[in-house]
């Protein structure tokens, strides 16, 4: 069994500074898929960045990145240069085919951006 | 594109009714899931099919639940009766599948507010 763990239920970061969301996560799998969601408060889930289990580098997507550190089993998201429209939950998922199968999802962390 | 339609957007029922929640994957996907988001729960995958067929429905909470494909850009999700703790958010998501090494992210529809009185 899959299990993903986000410890931050809430975080207030003041805009234009960078902000870590944490994650961690637990499988016998040997291949894996992980991922990160955001959910504005519209509803929408925004898929973000993902980050298979055999990657070498860290995966990046504009100001996002994707700290992965396979010996600690964290898959935690970086923002750079935070904005307003940053404020949504934010979703750690994994999946054990690299995404062809279901996603076991965190509990999510609510980011609120101050101005 | 199109992305990923559901409908109804918000459907408020009477409990014991039956209710029919719609899906149409991104033409091309070959992966189909129904997901359920509640406050208690979280999101929750229902059940997810490949190819229109079947592959977990583990997550299908009991007999009231079940969910068709009967073809590549059509799914449902019914429950019948339908019970107040069936409230939540329903999501579908489809994606494209793959093979071992390449991303295959999901796209998720605007999701299904369903509310059982």
């Known amino acids: 069994a899959q299990k993903i763990t986000q410890t931050q239920p809430g975080m207030f970061v003041q805009e234009k500074e960078a902000v870590t969301l944490d994650c961690t996560y637990d499988?016998?799998?040997?291949?894996?898929?992980l991922f990160w969601y955001k959910q504005p408060s519209s509803g929408e889930m925004i898929f973000l960045i993902y980050?298979?289990?055999?990657?070498?580098q860290n995966a990046t997507e504009g100001r996002y990145s994707l700290n992965f550190q396979k010996a600690r089993k964290s898959a935690n998201l970086v923002i750079s240069a935070s904005q307003l429209g940053d404020s949504a939950m934010y979703f750690c998922a994994m999946s054990p085919n690299f995404g062809n199968e279901k996603l076991t999802f965190g509990t999510g962390t609510r980011l609120t951006i101050i101005p | 594109d199109a992305g990923v339609i559901q409908s109804p957007r918000h459907e408020v029922t009477e409990m014991g009714q039956e209710v029919t929640l719609r899906c149409k994957p991104i033409s091309g996907h070959n992966s189909l899931f129904w997901y359920r988001q509640t406050m208690m729960r979280g999101l929750e995958l229902l059940i997810y099919?490949?190819?229109?067929?079947?592959?977990?429905d583990s997550g299908m909470p009991e007999d009231r639940f079940s969910a068709k494909m009967p073809n590549a850009s059509f799914s449902t999700l019914k429950i019948q009766p339908s019970e107040p703790r069936d409230s939540a958010v329903y999501f579908c998501?489809?994606?494209?599948?793959?093979?071992?090494?390449?991303?295959?992210?999901?796209?998720f529809g605007p999701g299904t507010r369903l509310t059982v009185l």
């Open positions: 499988t016998s799998d040997p291949s894996y898929g």
């Open positions: 980050q298979g289990s055999y990657d070498q």
């Open positions: 998501a489809s994606s494209l599948g793959g093979y071992r090494g390449r991303a295959s992210e999901q796209f």
């Open positions: 099919f490949n190819n229109n067929v079947p592959i977990d």
